[in-house]
């Protein structure tokens, strides 16, 4: 097969990978009001599927394709373009159209009837070509540019329904925070840059690349590059505590939280580590560790409480790019990539099945003219009767989420946890703390998508009690249920390797990179995931008795249960503690700038008035009577200046006509 | 060429002088043909513009010289005066030919609406237009001075006349403020006057290009580098390379110099703040790098702290005052505020980078700020208000003017795609390399400096979400629901190409880099010759 395919005719499909969404972008953005069906998008996703699925087929461990072209020249230094695709990048590039066909697929459905479609389909295209870009970009600040874009198709997005407050202050709030970690991004452009002059990701982390040779010697500035790429790897990647705009983001319709807030753009984060993790020394191997771990508990106790199907969904998002990010400090690149693909599919069909049922709960909504939030799991129940479908396959990702058996989320998580213990061995120390965390938070994990799966589809249906009226509830349209049958299948651990017990099996994993500087522990391989397994059985139990059965004991309130709903009183804490002060910093300048700055001014121009006033009143008094004429000049001057108008404005230019004067004739006289 | 790219302007305006006022309706007609021919001439000079030749200190390499005797006096004991008409450009002046005359078309076509003394109003935008012309294109330091005293007179007519309710304190104020800098420019100038001397002719002479080789000073003259005489205790050359600063800073402008801007920009009736954003303040800009830095080059290090100090400063502070701003036009004035530092953060790292940043942040301003400023007034010439708080959720009822507004937005807080993307990055990276390259300014500038990015996101969105999302609601009622109507073909005339333009930047920055790259490392070279 190479001879027939060259390494030119499979870059030209990676770029019409790539490209294929931007040209429905223009179509849609071109094309005018009319131009309204979501044909040209889907068809334009599903070459970039089709193209991206041959490539990874035909070069999969076999070589890089990499070509770049001068863009321009600044200074000295040239700025180049291209493309690089290895095995990281195949891996996203197979992934993001694979999520990206379903969800598209679903949409048609989902969005029927909006009023907005045609930019809803542009948004979607352009975020598809961002998000293709980053993917394939060769060198840093191509790749920057497409982070941005990536943003910026988010904010679009998340804001799709501009009428509604709450959608454009989630829009505001997540593109303000990934700008913040966009300011990272470019500082450790800058850092790199002043290094060693080049952005080209070969040249800087190949095997013999710049960082390899040269990188060591003076470590500090690769400490705060580092640092600089962590920060804005835990904006866009909702790490804590920069995590916040996650949550608030889902208040875009939910098949764009399914592709763009779970599935893909999130995980920009973790792959941009991944593709500059040459970079990373200790110190920022720690730090990515500790920050990811926390995460991952933290994001895992607010899911807990969350009462939003979505919010549950979205913090959970958070937990598990806590656990890639752990992943990432441990050295484990590849485990972090085969998580973020399970995740991607797995999290996408739990968003997918959340969108089905509020798209049915609405629908009831509407027909039944209900005042609920359709969002609300406290009034759901029992839809497990009515809709099986749905239930099924959200049983399916609930379990890969909870890391059970014959799942592909098994695999994954178990690589991570058992890579995190071999590491913490290897650490040794207080660094148990970070595996820990994760096994704690992946109990939680267990415990919270057990608690979201039951209060849906288990027990009675509680809207119907609340509002004493039978309600019948329909399976999602046939449109919507197979994307999801897709996605779903996906989940399952033959996606990903034969044997559904063994992560070392798998075939993705053994394509990536990954360190061998731990020491198999035997015994962890074992121990771990029984131990995790049983713990999440147990508890997994227990939610189905709480809610399934609902023999709940609790009273649901109390300090930590505040705690964990109101997410910590980080939202709180941002709005007093930056929000605020920095709106009265900035009023409070305001003010400064006119009283003071443009007091002091006045101040110099009243007295250049007043010189003007001391010149007129010399002229009058002292020359007075010589000159008969000055006199009458300067009395008419003064009658012009008592008469001025009320702005004082011609007597200050008359001074400084004065003093003008003044000047030219001293600069002719020295 | 650059005479003609320079007078044709004026001979427009002698032109609407002499027409009678019943004939009004031609004026802007005349106008505009005039700025479309200098538009053609100057993408002609655009594209034969060769890149390669550097300019800057040496006069070989300079395009499209012209050259001829102006003033020759003999002055008896004191030499003979020498002052030539000596027009050329370089990388450092040529891309602003091109900006001055697009903004200049898209000034007459955003005043076509205007009732009041049409003649006089485009008589003088049209000696306005001449005088910038010739402040880019002059070389010689008196024919500079002349068209840079040149420009005050028709803006602060175009302010004081056709502005708004405080047109004449802010009329006032502005032309205050840059005669107070001016005078000091003259003091300078000509104190350099007295310490050049033509090496051909040996006569003193005003001639930039001979003030930028040492060689040409007289050995006991005032500003001569191989003396350093001192004035008060100081050094002759810092004290002048300071005065020629600040001239220019107020230009720029920045703080705390920078008062004069908000209350001209207010005051001043749209096409005027077309002209002062888009062009006038690159006039400081252009001053620093064609005189400052060129002339003396030896001043750039022990400057370069507190130029880059002060840029930081006016990005922060102009980016924080405008999130206090709730007149939409204060806001963009404050933009401009902020933006422009990134040129004075760019220029004082003295790296090729940070040099090319702010040369390509003035031109992506000059076409962003122009596209905002055009978008206020479409929205003032609609309902005569322009204040934050009495729109909200635009995007209903004018969602073609929003699109607008909201691409504008973006391209100025710097996405991808447009040009202030480019010129933003390059200033910032320029100024963080300067420590390793020369250690001009400290990293942390630029690390600060990068802070004006995430607020310039904070206010444009929050501007954004205020006015033109969630549910309509106005302060002029049903009134205003009628008057606010969809952008008119003109208007999308006038707007689109400026974005259109700013995007192909953003996408080809080459097309300003390739013509700008050896001028840039010339003057790069000349002060670290100094260093």
Request: glycine content about 8%; aromatic content about 14%; hydrophobic content about 55%.
């Amino acid at each position: 097969m190479e001879q027939f395919i060259t390494h030119k005719v499979m870059l030209v499909l990676a770029l019409i990978a790539v490209i294929a969404p931007f040209l429905a972008f223009l179509t849609y953005a071109l094309g005018g009001k009319r131009q309204k069906s979501g044909v040209v998008s889907t068809v334009a996703i599903a070459i970039s599927l089709l193209l991206s699925l041959f490539l990874a087929i035909s070069a999969w461990n076999r070589e890089l394709l990499h070509v770049r072209y001068d863009w321009f020249t600044i200074g000295t230094n040239t700025v180049t373009v291209g493309i690089l695709v290895n095995n990281l990048s195949l891996v996203m590039l197979v992934l993001v159209p694979l999520v990206a066909l379903p969800v598209h697929i679903y949409s048609f459905s989902y969005m029927k009837g909006d009023t907005g479609l045609r930019r809803y389909w542009m948004y979607l295209s352009l975020f598809c070509f961002a998000m293709l870009g980053l993917v394939v970009a060769d060198s840093l600040f191509l790749l920057y540019m497409c982070w941005e874009l990536v943003g910026f198709a988010s904010y679009l997005l998340i804001g799709f329904w501009y009428e509604r407050d709450a959608a454009i202050k989630a829009n505001k709030k997540a593109f303000l925070i990934n700008r913040l970690g966009d300011l990272g991004f470019l500082i450790g452009l800058a850092i790199l840059f002043s290094e060693f002059g080049t952005w080209d990701l070969a040249q800087l982390f190949g095997h013999d690349g710049l960082i390899a040779k040269e990188g060591g010697a003076d470590a500090s500035y690769l400490t705060w590059a580092g640092l600089a790429f962590f920060l804005a790897a835990m904006a866009k990647s909702a790490q804590f505590p920069l995590h916040i705009w996650l949550p608030d983001a889902m208040e875009g319709p939910t098949a764009v939280s399914s592709l763009i807030h779970a599935a893909t753009m999130v995980a920009a984060g973790v792959f941009l580590l991944a593709r500059v993790s040459p970079l990373f020394n200790d110190t920022v191997l720690m730090t990515i560790a500790t920050v990811g771990s926390i995460t991952a508990f933290v994001a895992a106790s607010i899911a807990l409480t969350q009462r939003d199907i979505k919010r549950v969904l979205a913090f959970s998002t958070i937990s598990q790019l806590g656990f890639m990010m752990v992943a990432i400090g441990i050295g484990q690149i590849g485990t972090a990539i085969f998580h973020l693909v399970t995740h991607a599919f797995f999290k996408c069909l739990l968003f997918l099945c959340a969108g089905a049922v509020i798209h049915e709960i609405q629908h009831q909504k509407e027909k039944h003219k209900l005042q609920i939030d359709p969002q609300d799991i406290g009034l759901m129940g029992g839809l497990r009767k009515t809709m099986p479908s749905t239930f099924v396959l959200s049983l399916i990702g609930a379990a890969a989420l909870a890391g059970l058996p014959l799942t592909a989320g098994y695999l994954s998580k178990d690589a991570l946890l058992i890579f995190a213990f071999e590491w913490a061995n290897y650490q040794a120390g207080f660094w148990v703390f970070i595996p820990l965390l994760l096994m704690i938070a992946s109990g939680m994990t267990a415990f919270y998508i057990a608690r979201w799966l039951f209060k849906i589809f288990y027990g009675q249906n509680r809207l119907s009690l609340s509002i004493g009226k039978a309600i019948h509830y329909h399976e999602a349209p046939v449109l919507m249920r197979w994307p999801m049958v897709l996605l779903a299948g996906c989940c399952l651990f033959f996606v990903f390797s034969y044997n559904p017990l063994v992560f070392e099996d798998t075939w993705l994993l053994n394509g990536l990179e990954r360190t061998d500087l731990l020491q198999r522990v035997n015994i962890y391989h074992t121990v771990i995931p029984a131990a995790i397994n049983s713990v999440s059985i147990v508890l997994i139990f227990l939610a189905w008795r709480w809610y399934a059965k609902g023999k709940y004991p609790l009273k649901g309130s109390g300090m930590l249960y505040d705690w964990s709903y109101h997410q910590y009183g980080l939202n709180r804490l941002y709005e007093k503690g930056v929000v605020k002060p920095l709106l009265f910093v900035s009023g409070a300048l305001y003010r400064f700038d006119v009283k003071i700055i443009d007091g002091l001014v006045l101040l110099v121009a009243n007295l250049v008035e007043l010189s003007g006033r001391l010149a007129a009143w010399v002229d009058r008094y002292v020359l007075d009577g010589a000159v008969n004429g000055v006199g009458n000049l300067a009395q008419g001057i003064g009658m012009l200046l008592r008469n001025g108008r009320k702005g004082k404005v011609q007597r200050y230019l008359l001074g400084m006509l004065i003093v003008f004067l003044l000047m030219i004739i001293y600069a002719n006289f020295i | 060429m650059l005479t003609l790219l320079v007078f044709i302007p004026l001979i427009a305006a002698a032109l609407v002088l002499f027409i009678p006022q019943s004939l009004s309706n031609a004026y802007k007609y005349i106008a505009l043909v005039a700025s479309l021919v200098q538009l053609v001439l100057a993408i002609y000079v655009y594209v034969s513009f060769d890149g390669a030749l550097a300019g800057v200190a040496d006069p070989a390499s300079y395009q499209f010289v012209e050259k001829l005797p102006w003033i020759r006096m003999d002055l008896g004991s004191l030499g003979k005066l020498e002052a030539d008409y000596f027009l050329g450009i370089d990388g450092f002046s040529m891309p602003f030919l091109l900006l001055t005359s697009l903004v200049m078309a898209v000034a007459v076509l955003s005043s076509w609406r205007l009732e009041k003394q049409l003649k006089g109003f485009f008589a003088l935008l049209l000696l306005l237009n001449t005088s910038v012309m010739g402040v880019f294109t002059a070389l010689d330091f008196l024919l500079f001075y002349v068209f840079y005293e040149l420009m005050l007179l028709p803006l602060y007519f175009l302010i004081g006349i056709w502005g708004g309710v405080r047109r004449e304190y802010a009329a006032i104020k502005f032309f205050l403020y840059t005669l107070f800098g001016s005078v000091f420019m003259l003091l300078v100038m000509v104190g350099l006057y007295f310490s050049v001397t033509d090496p051909d002719t040996g006569a003193h002479t005003f001639n930039m290009l001979h003030m930028m080789n040492p060689d040409n000073y007289g050995r006991d003259s005032l500003f001569s580098m191989a003396s350093s005489s001192d004035l008060w205790g100081v050094s002759a050359r810092l004290i002048a390379f300071v005065v020629l600063f600040i001239a220019f800073a107020i230009k720029l402008p920045i703080v705390p110099l920078h008062t004069w801007l908000p209350d001209a920009h207010v005051e001043a009736p749209t096409p005027i703040s077309i002209v002062l954003a888009g062009i006038l303040l690159k006039v400081g800009g252009y001053g620093f790098f064609r005189v400052c830095y060129s002339i003396f080059p030896d001043m750039v290090s022990q400057c370069a702290w507190y130029l880059g100090f002060i840029g930081v400063v006016s990005i922060i502070y102009g980016a924080l005052n405008a999130l206090a701003q709730e007149d939409l036009k204060k806001l963009v004035a404050y933009s401009s505020v902020s933006h422009m530092g990134f040129v004075l953060l760019g220029a004082a790292s003295a790296s090729p980078e940070g040099i090319s940043g702010a040369m390509f942040q003035m031109i992506s301003h000059g076409l962003l700020s122009v596209a905002l400023f055009f978008l206020v007034g479409m929205l003032y010439d609609r309902v005569h208000d322009r204040m934050i708080y009495s729109f909200r959720g635009l995007a209903s009822i004018m969602p073609q003017f929003t699109v607008m507004v909201a691409i504008t937005f973006f391209a100025s807080l710097g996405l991808p795609g447009f040009s202030a993307f480019i010129a933003e990055a390059f200033s910032i990276i320029g100024a963080f390399n300067s420590e390793n390259l020369n250690g001009f300014i400290p990293h942390w500038m630029a690390v600060a400096g990068t802070l004006g990015i995430l607020l310039g996101a904070a206010y444009l969105l929050w501007t954004l979400q205020r006015m033109f999302f969630g549910r309509t609601r106005l302060r002029g009622g049903l009134a205003w629901e009628q008057a606010l109507t969809e952008p008119s073909k003109r208007e999308l005339l006038a707007f689109w190409p400026l974005l259109l333009l700013s995007l192909w930047l953003g996408i080809c920055p080459s097309l300003v880099f390739d013509k700008l790259n050896a001028s840039v490392l010339s003057l790069v070279n000349l002060i670290n010759n100094y260093n």
